[in-house]
């Protein structure tokens, strides 16, 4: 219980953020870097996995007549530029932390 009370008394002296962070930022922010370059990677990969379903699937609703030529060719430009970007995004990151985890 004292030790309790001594840590956060001098939370609120140090300044409670000040304290948390000082000690565990630069661990934190490489973790947090790792993190989302393997979430853009792997939404990469999945928009990647994806195109040639969401391909037969905006050919089925143009048949049908839900969309037009137009709306599905931009759905399918979202995919075919979004997917490479956050791939390449992702691994920029990763290897900027990689990096700065090497110094």
Not at 19 to 29: K, M, N
């Amino acid at each position: 219980m004292i030790k309790t009370v001594a840590f956060f008394s001098g939370l609120v002296q140090a300044g409670w953020p000040a304290a948390i962070f000082a000690e565990g930022a630069p661990r934190l922010l490489d973790e947090m870097g790792v993190g989302a370059a393997i979430l853009l990677t792997v939404l990469g990969m999945t928009l990647h996995w994806r195109l040639p379903q969401q391909q037969m699937a905006m050919e089925e609703r143009i048949k049908d007549g839900k969309i037009t030529e137009t709306e599905a060719r931009r759905e399918l430009q979202f995919y075919a530029r979004c997917a490479p970007l956050a791939t390449l995004m992702g691994v920029a990151v990763l290897v900027f932390v990689l990096f700065d985890l090497s110094q």
